[in-house]
Structures are given as structure tokens and as C-alpha cells.
């Protein structure tokens, strides 16, 4: 089945540097995938969509230059966490679709749990 | 304004009975997918179940099947003889259109206890 792998699990960072997670599709092209963030015991809020070799689309109320997103190849996108603060200490999880169907659903990376101290 | 609308923050059954979790969805377009997601402790998301908006008949998949009632935009998860390891948080998602393609967004979950 597909596999959609997400890199690091947990990271642990001081306040005011930056962090990078990616997100890998093992054995499909996705010319798109989704950045999502869950607080703990809340919903996932999407936070924007990333776009290969084209600028991502953010949510509204998301920082686009706070959270870097790269998509440079079919399998590959990037979100930077830059400056980072506790406020965005958080549960980020990448996701892509195999196909193009409605009926098509997101496959999800692990997730990577962010704690700023 | 809220699209989709789980109103169920808990619900416990008993282990070999079934549950609904409910799901209410709120959207214009007539062409829409409705998923539901499990997400155990670890924090994985595990799609269980897919249903479209001009499907006929309600969704199945094993133990999992979707309960669509369209005209009051509703897309109920039924479980049937649960197990221990259904124990997890459950999403509502709804896919729609965006500026520039589909964009999936998620209810705010139930967490299911199932009981010995």
C-alpha cells in the first residue's frame, strides 16, 4: 500500500531556532501534499497545501514566512518551523493522496512532535 | 462556521456491541467525499471508510460502514462488534473544493472506549 514517511518523530528544539520535518511519499508521485497540526486532544487543522515545483497555498491565520513549505521534487516537501517559540510546540503531520478520484483518501505520515523549550 | 460537526467528544460501548459515532457536514457543492479517519494513541491516521456525494447506496468496509443520510448531511460511523482495539480517537473529514484543487478538513473527533 502506500507509504507516506515522515522525518523526524520528535524533535526537541530551543526557542528561536528553526526546525525542518519532511515528508516522503515511498512508492508514489504526489504533486500534492498537506501540512497539518494538532494540539493536543484537538482536531487537524490544515495548515497549508504544498505544491511541486510551484508556491504553497496557506490556511488563513497560518504564516506562510514562519512556516516554509518546499516541495522540489514529486516525492519529497519540506516544512520549516523558523524561530521557532513554544507556542508552536505541536503535533505535525504531512499527507498525500495516490490518486486523483474523489474518492481517493490522504495517506499520513507519522507525524513529527515538535516541543520548543 | 464549523463544516463538520462531530458531537460527540466521548462514547463508550461494550466490547462485541455496536456503535455510531455521528457526523453532521455543512457544504454548497454537490460534488464532495466523506471520510472517516482512526487515530489510535500512537498518532497515526488510519483511513477506515470513504463515501461520495452522489454514491446510492451507504458505504461498508468489514466491520466499518457509513450511514449517509444526504438530505440532512449526515455521515454516521457504525462500528459493528467492537473490539479493544477500536479504542482510539475517530474523524469526521470532508473533501472540497480549494483555490487551486481539494483540500480535506477534519471534525473536531470522538474518542471511542470500548469496555471488556
Known amino acids: 500500500g502506500a507509504v507516506v514517511s515522515q522525518h523526524p518523530s520528535r524533535v526537541i528544539c530551543k526557542s528561536g531556532t528553526s526546525v525542518k520535518i519532511e515528508c516522503r511519499s515511498l512508492?508514489?508521485?504526489?504533486?500534492?501534499m498537506f501540512w497539518y497540526r494538532q494540539f493536543p486532544k484537538q482536531s487537524l487543522m490544515l495548515m497549508a497545501t504544498?505544491?511541486?515545483?510551484?508556491?504553497?497555498?496557506?490556511e488563513q491565520g497560518v504564516e506562510k514566512d514562519k512556516f516554509l513549505i518546499n516541495h522540489a521534487s514529486l516525492t519529497l516537501s519540506t516544512l520549516t518551523v523558523t524561530s521557532a517559540h513554544p507556542e508552536d510546540s505541536s503535533f505535525y503531520i504531512c499527507?498525500?493522496?495516490?490518486?486523483?478520484?474523489?474518492?481517493?483518501?490522504?495517506?499520513f505520515g507519522n507525524g513529527t512532535r515538535l516541543t520548543v523549550t | 462556521a464549523q463544516k463538520i460537526t462531530q458531537t460527540q467528544p466521548g462514547m463508550f460501548v461494550q466490547e462485541k456491541e455496536a456503535v455510531t459515532l455521528d457526523c453532521t457536514y455543512d457544504?454548497?457543492?454537490?460534488?464532495?467525499?466523506l471520510f472517516w479517519y482512526k487515530q489510535p494513541s500512537s498518532g497515526e491516521m488510519i483511513f477506515l471508510i470513504y463515501?461520495?456525494?452522489?454514491?446510492?447506496q451507504n458505504a461498508t468496509e468489514g466491520r466499518y460502514s457509513l450511514n449517509f443520510q444526504k438530505a440532512r448531511k449526515s455521515a454516521n460511523l457504525v462500528i459493528s462488534a467492537s473490539q479493544l482495539g477500536d479504542s482510539a480517537m475517530y474523524f469526521c473529514?470532508?473533501?472540497?473544493?480549494?483555490?487551486?484543487?481539494?483540500?480535506?478538513?477534519f471534525g473536531a473527533g470522538t474518542r471511542l472506549f470500548v469496555k471488556a
Open positions: 463515501q461520495g456525494s452522489y454514491d446510492q
Open positions: 504544498s505544491n511541486e515545483g510551484s508556491k504553497a497555498t496557506y
Open positions: 473529514a470532508m473533501r472540497e473544493p480549494s483555490t487551486g484543487g481539494f483540500k480535506t478538513i
Open positions: 512508492d508514489f508521485q504526489a504533486t500534492t
Open positions: 457544504t454548497s457543492d454537490p460534488s464532495y467525499g
Open positions: 499527507s498525500a493522496r495516490t490518486g486523483t478520484g474523489s474518492n481517493s483518501p490522504l495517506h
